[in-house]
């Protein structure tokens, strides 16, 4: 029950503390943002708008450390993982028309936070002791889950789910299997971590540049236009 | 805080390691096909039916480990647990308008699955140290909480709290009281955990077969017809 | 990763238990009541008028426990607190009529259930060694997770979260922050934290009589007039 505390290897410390410090809030920074706008356009309050911001940048860390069992939760330990996403409630709320019209680079800088989160989610999975499966799927919840709260929280079907939104799990999914992939084979370093969140980040860029969609059930592609 | 490893009771141990993760399998693959079936419905891609056959078929689980403080949680520790509703996602990808057509079939095997759960879910409870109440609250948590975190994330009223639903509470509350009442007493065995899974379910398909409600707010039953 | 148990200040231990505990189960009590009222509101069925009960008064205590690592989490190992919102769901059951007759006294009562659940769970985030601005949060969360979870079970949009609602969160944190200042000065104690809950409880009854508002984003106020 107790995890040991013995076995874990410091395998997450892949970057000098004060640049992994710094990657980690950057990331935060966009996905608060991300949240900050949804907010604004549901018409919320400045809480509202805060509480969003929280809960997009912080929920799939916290969730993760839940199912780990590292608690307190990092997000709650850690004061700058706390108050970056009230700096980026602020941002939105003073200037979200700025914001909105650079949606594209706000886009773009989501995508790194998805590249970086996802390796270091699946870094933490897997010195906590889960297997390699379970580490991939880790991962990706660090790096989707909150948008899904988000989604939630704001009363909309979740993007992650919908077949009509550019795909969010795929690079995710290749960004975690390198991780897991690299430990294996004892080549994980810093230089392979970063090609890996730098994959994940490339193939979110191209999806949403070309459109890329993932396939809805077969049989369904052609049919139910009525709902396309 | 830290949960005292010694106290843990092996009451859980009620079949052969094989037949229990046999039947877990089963469970887990039934309620797996209803999140998949309900995120063709929502018009979902292909990672939506694998987010929602996950969640459905592991959330109610999800959730009592985290409240009991048994980290990792065995969702993400027991490869066969995280991979199964991954095939059941594939099923329905490929086959779902064969598996909508035996529905019926769908919804007693989901029963199975509601009577398998609560039995296994308050013994774990148990085990881990928590009373009679609280456990037979966990027994229906893990039956039925799956099922409320997929409805929420594809945006629909839970029908586990819709009046409008065959109960689905009420076998889960026998199944698990059964469970305390029989730990109490000295008696619980394979056989009547078995006995206690098979009235739950039961109990689930005669409410399917003659639609059994649960009533609405004294007053109200007689009024509000427009809502009905 | 485990918590150090050593380390855990027993300044929770503000008010005799027996009066700490009734306190608490007023405030849970008055929660379930105002989850209650929006099952029976959504018309669901004497099941889902337990659940929300349930959630509503049980849930922001729970995610706090969650969070810090509290497990198992205490409202599941306190009978009375699992047992109180079933009270009140009955009550709701027979008598909603009538409690939606004295809604008035219900939300004053849930402004003294909002003022003594951020103390305390401010106050407890403190003993498991969060700092000062995670144990605010973390009494924010206490006072107002288990309404958001209420509101997202029964698909509306969280109160706490629009803007044309009376100001919640803002009382909360006010009183959440009085007590990490006096906990800081070496001055909580029974009195102090009374005068905090008091504070909190005070604002929240005087945003609803002048019916305070928070802003939403700047730009914002003036228009998108359609959506008022």
């Known amino acids: ?27 935060i920074f966009v996905f608060a943002l991300s949240g900050g ?23 799939g860390g916290v969730m993760r450390d839940l199912v780990i069992g590292a608690t307190p939760v990092v997000a709650f330990t850690n004061l700058g993982y706390f108050v970056t996403p009230l700096v ?26 998805l590249g ?10 897997h010195d906590y002791g889960l297997g390699s499966v379970a580490a991939v799927a880790l991962g990706m919840l660090t790096a989707a889950g909150g948008g899904v709260i988000r989604d939630v ?23 975690s299997s390198m991780v897991v992939v690299l430990i294996a084979a004892g080549h994980l370093t810093t230089a392979t971590a970063t090609a890996s969140a730098l994959t994940a980040f490339v193939l979110r860029v191209l ?17 139910r236009t009525s709902e396309e």
Request: hydrophobic share 50%; aromatic share 8%.
């Open 1 to 27: 029950m107790t995890f040991p505390v013995e076995t874990v290897r410091v395998t997450s410390q892949l970057f000098p503390p004060h640049v992994q410090q710094a990657l980690d809030l950057i990331g």
């Open 37 to 59: 706008l949804l907010a604004v356009r549901k018409n919320m309050d400045i809480f509202g708008i805060a509480v969003l911001a929280e809960a997009t940048a912080l929920g």
């Open 88 to 113: 980026a409630a602020t941002v939105v709320f003073f200037l979200h028309p700025e914001v909105e019209r650079i949606n594209r680079s706000v886009q773009t800088l989501d995508a790194m936070g």
């Open 116 to 125: 970086l989160f996802c390796v270091t989610g699946t870094v933490k999975a």
């Open 153 to 175: 929280l704001a009363q909309e079907m979740p993007s992650l789910l919908r077949w009509d939104r550019e795909i969010y799990a795929v690079p995710a999914l290749v960004g």
């Open 207 to 223: 999806a949403l540049k070309y459109g890329w969609r993932a396939p809805r059930a077969w049989h369904r592609n052609g049919s």
